[in-house]
Nanobody
Framework: QVQLVESGGGLVQPGGSLRLSCAAS????????MAWYRQAPGKQRELVAT???????NYAGSVKGRFTISRENAKNTVYLQMNSLKPEDTAVYYC??????????????WGQGTQVTVSS
């Protein structure tokens, strides 16, 4: 069983930065893709960023150039560095572990989520 534990959320002013972390248990981390999703109140869940075991990344258009996903396999940890934050980035952010099939990412495991609020 894999467990994912997120941390690093909080309240930040517009234009500020936050770094989310997600620590994974288990030995399969190194061979799996990871991703961050977010869900704002009243909105559909959105895939924010993905990273493959080899480190290839992909981003939603709404965060490209502002967010960076990275992974540290020795620590079973994936990060989401968020810069130039906007109020519309306010959401619960979820870490996931999964695989790409046919060019599409499918999550197998979810973290509990961490709240990010961007407000002055």
């Amino acid at each position: 069983q894999v467990q994912l534990v997120e941390s690093g959320g909080g309240l930040v002013q517009p234009g500020g930065s936050l770094r989310l972390s997600c620590a994974a248990s288990g030995s399969i981390f190194r061979i799996k893709s990871m991703a961050w999703y977010r869900q704002a109140p009243g909105k559909q869940r959105e895939l924010v960023a993905t990273i493959t075991p080899s480190g290839s990344t992909n981003y939603a258009g709404s965060v490209k150039g502002r967010f960076t996903i990275s992974r540290e396999n020795a620590k079973n940890t994936v990060y989401l560095q968020m810069n130039s934050l906007k109020p519309e980035d306010t959401a619960v952010y979820y870490c996931t572990l999964g695989d790409y099939t046919g060019g599409t990412y499918y999550p197998d495991y979810w973290g509990q989520g961490t709240q990010v609020t961007v407000s002055s």
